[in-house]
Structures are given as structure tokens and as C-alpha cells.
């Protein structure tokens, strides 16, 4: 077989000085500047490339090499031309580059799918070329990026925190305030101003020391834009406090606009201008802190921890060695360490990527989850699978084909078997059915109250009784006086006086005789009029309708007036209370009628009442009747305004109770919520949840 020749290298390329290594030895950079890509060497690599010999076999160049005193064997010659060739850094004049170039256009070509699957899931978009007006504006704004300006934007932001300190409750009032559909417009508009300046700011201080910035533009991370600065430039400092100034730079520039944002609200009047500064700073404050140094997803604080600790392409070696560690631990595959590393180095680097992997596999859990949410059904369900194969299953079935292949590696001692026995007894708990306990949102309640109102426009006249007082039915409650009724019922008294008068006479003509019979009508007129008012007065004397307490009360006294209906207080019948309570749908199948529990307040000051099941709806109610179980009270049941209504969120069902021992000392103030603790059937914990999976996964799939 005929040896290939080495190619051409290309002539655009840049050979320049590096940043030390890990270990402080040299190392030098090949600046690709077509496609502005950067490749790191190190000495042995740096002479090849010196000492490059296109048009000669590796087997000639290695016999040159020796002969000038540097070793080389013609495989690491032919590995290091491989390197060239399959990073485009070499001339397709040669007959091996140009096969090469072929193949590898051929095994790069993209199936439609394929191509759809990398853009959706990552693509990046330059909008602008921001060189030239970073170079023009630089001299201009050297101020703003002095350490003067950085000490004074440090002092107001100190300022800030103190003014937001002392006026937190406003503070915090306003970002409910702004908890509105206009609010998240408002929000989402400087959150795009606020990372326009977090990139800029990345811009700035890299063209400051020296760098190109190539682009600036959008980036579509899983269908959400993010915007993004091409500081590949960076790459050529040798200061490792440099390059971690300019991946800290966009962090930095959020911080200080929160800085001077608080200052400005804690200063400024109510009004736009602080409303602004309310918006800028909440902004920036949560996006940096939340966001941005985040050190497991490839943003700033990524980078800004893979300077700190020296260690590049982190997540790449990390993993290696999280995976390594994990073989060892799981299964005693004592295979050599991925590289050498320092003990504490190899300890953080382990924790980095089990750390990752877990955040991680949350962080595309709950993607996958929005994705699914925010488009329509069936798109949303294909996403919601490319998520959680590309991402969650296809990492793990990497893994698991590697587990099938060492299975003869594996080592079991019985300290590993004592740690595998763990989980699977763990496994076995959630299999086993156990009784459990199931917690219902409830009220007590009287089933008897009555509400006392008062019958007409009067005058409080005594008051025979206060909040908390015993009553007998029949007992007098207070006593109104209406002195529009007492002149009325006294008008109607004299003229039934004078209308019997005139019906005693004797009638002695035939006129006389029909004026008695007027009289007679007019009499008895008069007396039903009497007796309608006698009613009304009788009213005026409030009794008791039951036997019960007097649980509320309107503060009334003697001499006070009050209008008719108006509401005067509340008696409930202390033996006759009832207990309901709202069962969630996934626990209706754990309890059944005459299921005994308890009751418990939530006062915390009363004891447990003993109730048993009497009743449960075959339907969800469609409103929630009691409003203090409802979230939007602090209640355990979530619910929505819908006009007058709460709108469960879930399925819940009404559980009508009784209690098994009265007792009469148990008094309530109409209803008193606490929670019903009720002993369910005995179920499998992960059973029922795999069942409660399936029925969602049942539920989503109809169209």
C-alpha cells in the first residue's frame, strides 16, 4: 500500500504565544481566522508545525525530524495530520486531503430530521458586526469602565440595599402590584434591555483588552431566544484574570444596573421613573443571581468557574470522571483514572458532574414539561419526547450499553452488596400495600344556625345578652323601641275608641241605621289594623328562635338605632355539629362511607374530634363553598377567581362527616376549617403513583 503524503498547510492561518497549561508549561495557538476558531498546542505539536513538510510521507518526515534531533514516529506524524485535515486547517491539493474532505462531507451530510432535531435544539443567528463601532465609541466611554466609577457604583449600590431594607414592605408590594398580565409585559420588555447591556457589556471589556468581538446576535436555545456575544477573541490572552474579566463582564454589568437601579428607588417620588427603576432592578438582581452564575449550563458563570479553578473543557473531563468514579463505586470496575489529576482536583471535578447531571435532569424535566404546555398538543407532545430522549434517556442508555458490555468486569464484595441490597429494599417498601393515612381539607360547622335581623327601623331599647352567652329558645335578646309605631298603634287607638262610641248609639231613623253599619265595617277595620301593629310591636321584642350560643355579634347598646334587616347576630346550636370535607381525586379510591378518622383544627387549640363517613358525592363540586380552604385565602386547595366563584384546579369531592361523640363543650363560630385525618385502605406507594402517571399519560393522549 502506497503511503499518503502530508497536505498543504494553509497560509491564512496565525501561530502565536498561549496561556500556560494546567501544570505551567507553554503553550502556543493556532488562530484559524476564515472561521475564527482557535486550536491549543503544545510543544511537540508546535515543531511539527515548524518543521511541517507538505508533499513527504510521515515515514520521511520522521526521518527528517531525527535527523535535526526531534523523535517522531510516523503514526503520531499520521495522527497529527489527521488532526489538520479533519479541522479544515489544510489545503484540499493533495490526494489524501481531498479523499478526505469527501468522506467527511459525505458522513456530515444531515437527514432532514436530523437537521430539524440540531436547530431546534440549538441555533445561533449573528445579527450585527459590532468591531468597528466598539472601536470608534471606545476612547469615549474609557470612564465608564474605570475603578472610580466602579467604587461609586458599588457605594449606591450599598445605598440601595439599605433604602429597599428599610422600605421592604413597599418594596415588596410593588412587585405584586406588577404580578399582572401588563406587569410580565412590562418585565419582559427590560428583560430584553437588561441583556442588550449584559452583552454589551461582555463587548466592551473585550475589545478593552485587545480582542475582536466578531459578532453579536440571537441564539434559539430549544425554541427560546437568547441573546449572545462572539468573544471567541478571548481565547488569545494569556492572563487567565483577563479572559475571566470578560466572561464576568456581562454578570458585573446586570449587578451594577441593579445597584443603581435600587439607589434610584429608594430616591425618586412615586411615578414612572421609579416604577422604571423598580422594573431594572428586580430584573437584574434575579437574572444574575438565578441565571447567569449558575455554573452547570454553559453560561457566564461556567466559564467564569472553569478559570477559577483552572481546568478547560470542564464538562467534558468532569463527566469522564464522574462516570469513572460511578463504574467504580456501582459495579468495582478498577479501570486507570481518565487523567492525572491532583487528589482534590479529581474530588471536585467528580461532585461538578454528579451535581450537573442531577440540575440537569430537573432543569430538561421541566423543559420538556413548558415546551409541552406552551404549543399546541401534538407538537407539544413531540417536543416533550425529543426532550426527554435527547437529553434525559439517550445519556442513561449510552451508559447502560457500556454497564452490558464490562458486565464481566464487575467485582461484587459484600459491602457492595450490602449497598445494592439498599435501594432494592427501598424498592420493595414501595411496592409493599400499607395503610396510610389520608389528609382532607375540612370545616366544622353547626348544622342549626340562625342569623338574627332587625325587623324594622328601631331603637334599641335594653340589651339582654353579649357574644358567647347560652340562650333558650324563647329567651329575650333585646328589646326595640319605634316610636313611629307607638304614635301609629296610639292614632289607631283613638279612632277605634271613637268609631266604638259612635256604633254604641242607638239608631233611631233610617239614616242613622245605615251610618251603624259603616261604623261596624269601619270598626272592624280599624282592629285589624290594630292587631297588624301589635304584630309589628311584638317583633320589636327579639327572642331566641333555638337553643344555642351567641357566636357573633353587631356592636349594639342601649339608645343605639338600626335599620330594618340590618344584621343584629348569629346563635348556632352547639350539639348539632357537622363535619365536610373536600377529597382529592387521587385518594377518592382509599377511603369509602363509614371510614373513621378525626378531625383537627386548625387553631391548634382544640383536641381531635372523632368523625366517621356518612356521605360521599358521586360528583367534583364545581365551586369551592368554603372560601378559607381556597389558596387564595392560605388555604390547602388551589383554586381560581372565576367572577363570584372558586374554581377547584382538581377534582375534589365533598365528604359529608358526622362526629361519633358530641361533646358539648366543643363550641364553633359558624365553621372552623382543620384537616381530617382518615385511615386509608391498604395501596402500594409507587404503585399508585405509576398508576396516577398512567392515568395523566391516558388523559393527555386524547385529542
Not at 210 to 216: D, P, Q
Not at 422 to 433: D, E, K, R, S, T
Not at 551 to 562: A, H, K, R
Not at 637 to 660: G, K, N
Request: charged share 20%; net charge neutral.
Amino acid at each position: 500500500m502506497v503511503e499518503a503524503r502530508l497536505p498543504v498547510l494553509r497560509q491564512n492561518l496565525k501561530l502565536m504565544p498561549g496561556a500556560h497549561d494546567e501544570d505551567g508549561a507553554p503553550r502556543w495557538l493556532l488562530h484559524d481566522r476564515v472561521r475564527n476558531r482557535y486550536f491549543s498546542l503544545v510543544r511537540p505539536a508546535l515543531e511539527l508545525i515548524r518543521h511541517w513538510q507538505p508533499g513527504v510521507t510521515p515515514t520521511e518526515m520522521a526521518a527528517s525530524l531525527n535527523e535535526l534531533g526531534l523523535h517522531y514516529d510516523p503514526e503520531e506524524i499520521r495522527a497529527f495530520a489527521d488532526f489538520l485535515i479533519a479541522n479544515n486547517l489544510v489545503l484540499a491539493r493533495s490526494e489524501s486531503a481531498s479523499a478526505y474532505f469527501h468522506r467527511q462531507k459525505i458522513q456530515n451530510r444531515k437527514s432532514i430530521w436530523n437537521w430539524m432535531l440540531h436547530n431546534y435544539l440549538f441555533i445561533r443567528i449573528p445579527l450585527v458586526r459590532p468591531d468597528p463601532f466598539l472601536s470608534k465609541i471606545m476612547p469615549h466611554i474609557q470612564w465608564l469602565l474605570s475603578g472610580a466609577m466602579e467604587k461609586c457604583v458599588m457605594l449606591a449600590g450599598v445605598i440601595g440595599l439599605f433604602l429597599i431594607i428599610r422600605q421592604w414592605d413597599t418594596f415588596a408590594g410593588t412587585f405584586l402590584h406588577f404580578f399582572s398580565f401588563e406587569g410580565m409585559l412590562l418585565y419582559a420588555i427590560t428583560l430584553v434591555m437588561v441583556k442588550s447591556a449584559h452583552e454589551l457589556g461582555h463587548a466592551l471589556v473585550s475589545r478593552r483588552l485587545g480582542c475582536r468581538v466578531a459578532s453579536m446576535g440571537v441564539a434559539f436555545l430549544v425554541m427560546f431566544p437568547v441573546l449572545y456575544t462572539d468573544t471567541t477573541d478571548a481565547w488569545k490572552l494569556r492572563s487567565r484574570r483577563d479572559r475571566l474579566r470578560i466572561v464576568t463582564a456581562g454578570v458585573r454589568t446586570e449587578l451594577y444596573l441593579a445597584m443603581l437601579a435600587s439607589c434610584l428607588w429608594g430616591i425618586l417620588p412615586d411615578g414612572a421613573l421609579r416604577s422604571a427603576a423598580f422594573f431594572v432592578a428586580t430584573t437584574s438582581w434575579v437574572t444574575s443571581l438565578l441565571v447567569n452564575i449558575s455554573p452547570f449550563l454553559r453560561f457566564d458563570g461556567y466559564y467564569a468557574f472553569s478559570d477559577l479553578i483552572g481546568v478547560e473543557n470542564l464538562q467534558q473531563r468532569s463527566f469522564a470522571l464522574g462516570r469513572w468514579k460511578l463504574r467504580q463505586w456501582l459495579w468495582g470496575i478498577n479501570d486507570p483514572l481518565p487523567e492525572p489529576l491532583t487528589l482534590s482536583k479529581t474530588r471536585t471535578l467528580i461532585l461538578y458532574a454528579w451535581f450537573t447531571w442531577l440540575y440537569r435532569f430537573f432543569l430538561f424535566l421541566g423543559i420538556a414539561l413548558l415546551v409541552y404546555h406552551f404549543f399546541f398538543k401534538v407538537l407539544g407532545i413531540l417536543l416533550f419526547v425529543v426532550e426527554i430522549i435527547w437529553f434525559i434517556a439517550m445519556p442513561i442508555v449510552k451508559e447502560l450499553k457500556v454497564w452490558r458490555e464490562r458486565w464481566k468486569d464487575f467485582s461484587f464484595t459484600p459491602v457492595r452488596i450490602m449497598l445494592w441490597s439498599i435501594p432494592v429494599m427501598v424498592l420493595a417498601a414501595g411496592l409493599l400495600p400499607v395503610t396510610s393515612e389520608v389528609a382532607v381539607p375540612a370545616v366544622i360547622k353547626s348544622d342549626n344556625i340562625r342569623y338574627v335581623f332587625a325587623p324594622e327601623s328601631a331603637q334599641v331599647k335594653t340589651l339582654d345578652t353579649a357574644p358567647g352567652h347560652e340562650a333558650n329558645q324563647g329567651d329575650v335578646l333585646l328589646q326595640l323601641y319605634a316610636p313611629e309605631l307607638e304614635n301609629s298603634m296610639q292614632l289607631v287607638h283613638e279612632e277605634l275608641q271613637l268609631a266604638e262610641l259612635r256604633l254604641s248609639r242607638l239608631a233611631s231613623s233610617v239614616e242613622d241605621k245605615a251610618e251603624q253599619h259603616i261604623n261596624r265595617e269601619r270598626v272592624r277595620q280599624l282592629q285589624a289594623q290594630m292587631q297588624r301593629l301589635q304584630a309589628r310591636q311584638s317583633r320589636l321584642t327579639v327572642m331566641a328562635p333555638i337553643q344555642g350560643r351567641i357566636s357573633d355579634m353587631d356592636t349594639l347598646q342601649p339608645g343605639q338605632w338600626v335599620g330594618e334587616g340590618q344584621y343584629l347576630m348569629t346563635i348556632v346550636a352547639s350539639s348539632e355539629l357537622k363535619v365536610e370535607g373536600f377529597l382529592s381525586e387521587r385518594e377518592l379510591d382509599l377511603v369509602t362511607e363509614n371510614t373513621t378518622g378525626i378531625f383537627v383544627s386548625s387553631t391548634g387549640q382544640r383536641r381531635a374530634l372523632p368523625v366517621v363517613i356518612e356521605k360521599i358525592d358521586l360528583s367534583a363540586v364545581s365551586a369551592l363553598p368554603f372560601p378559607e380552604l381556597g389558596s387564595l385565602s392560605g388555604g390547602p386547595i388551589a383554586v381560581r377567581q372565576a367572577e363570584e366563584r372558586l374554581i377547584p384546579e382538581e377534582s375534589h369531592y365533598r365528604v359529608s362527616l358526622r362526629l361519633t361523640e358530641q361533646e358539648p363543650s366543643y363550641t364553633v363560630n359558624v365553621r372552623e376549617p382543620g384537616v381530617l385525618i382518615l385511615e386509608g385502605s391498604p395501596r402500594s406507594w409507587l404503585w399508585s403513583n405509576v398508576e396516577r402517571l398512567a392515568a395523566i399519560a391516558i388523559r393527555e393522549s386524547g385529542f
